[in-house]
């Protein structure tokens, strides 16, 4: 291995992770936060496994993949100490495979898909964090719970016993509009206080990315999903 290409990553993976923490601090004291209400997921999709290493070094625990497959794989491969978050489409197929490894699903999007992971969790004796994904901004090609739909899941569907409902995810617009983005996070919120005026209490709000984490932060997310805003200058 070329060293000084590898400390070269490392370096650069530093400083954007240290811009990164800087800027969560600003806008959590915009809000009147404490930073440490923030949890940051690196989001290594796109990044090679020297990458999550690097960034392991450099002390991150949390990391997002988007394919199960690629979850797995490098779950099974590097230190069983990090916290693996499936954040992108699981299909029902794929649940057993995942659940051992994955302790965070962001994207829980139908009660068929959060009753199969409950099954297969109790089978595994395995307790995983969900989040509800929602489509907030209703566009068609987003996955997710309609918010009415959310309103009026079965209490059954709620006390499911092998899974922990932990909160609630969303994905802005792809626009540059801030306001329109704002909206959605501040909408995930009210639809997170709805639910916890029907007695759930969901303290998690998996929102904001690269482009709009600021945002999320302000209107309250308490997990980011970072990818590439870690990764500039890092080819
Ligand atoms: C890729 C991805 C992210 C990270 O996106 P960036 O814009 O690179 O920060 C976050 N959440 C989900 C669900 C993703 O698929």
């Known amino acids: 291995m070329d060293n000084s290409a590898e400390s070269c990553l490392t370096t650069q993976l530093r400083t954007n ?3 990164v923490r800087n800027r969560i601090a600003i806008a959590c004291r915009r809000a009147g936060r404490h930073p440490d209400s923030v949890r940051l997921v ?3 999709k796109y990044s090679p496994v020297s990458v999550v290493e690097a960034l392991w070094s450099l002390g991150e625990r949390e990391f997002g ?3 199960p497959q690629q979850l797995i794989e490098r779950a099974q491969a ?3 100490e990090i916290c693996w978050h499936q954040i992108g489409r699981l299909q029902r197929n794929k649940v057993r495979a995942v659940l051992p490894y994955a302790k965070w699903i962001h994207s829980v999007d139908s009660t068929r898909l959060l009753e199969r992971i409950s099954e297969i969790a109790g089978e595994l004796s395995v307790r995983p964090k969900v989040l509800l994904q929602v489509n907030v901004s209703g566009e068609p090609s987003k996955q ?3 918010p009415d739909e959310l309103k009026l899941l ?3 569907v709620w006390s499911l016993p092998h899974v922990e409902i932990a909160g609630l995810m969303t994905m802005a617009p792809d626009t540059d509009e801030l306001a329109i983005i704002r909206q959605v996070f501040l909408g995930l919120r009210r639809i997170r206080s709805e639910m916890q005026s029907q007695g759930h209490s969901l303290p998690e709000l998996s929102m904001g990315m690269s482009h709009d984490f600021e945002i999320a932060i ?3 997310a ?3 999903r970072l990818g590439s805003i870690l990764f500039e200058g890092c080819d």
């Open 42 to 44: 690196a989001v290594t």
């Open 17 to 19: 992770l240290g811009e």
């Open 65 to 67: 993949e988007s394919r």
């Open 222 to 224: 308490t997990m980011i």
């Open 154 to 156: 079965p209490e059954a």
């Open 218 to 220: 302000e209107e309250g």
């Open 144 to 146: 997710g719970f309609a």
């Open 78 to 80: 590097l230190n069983p």
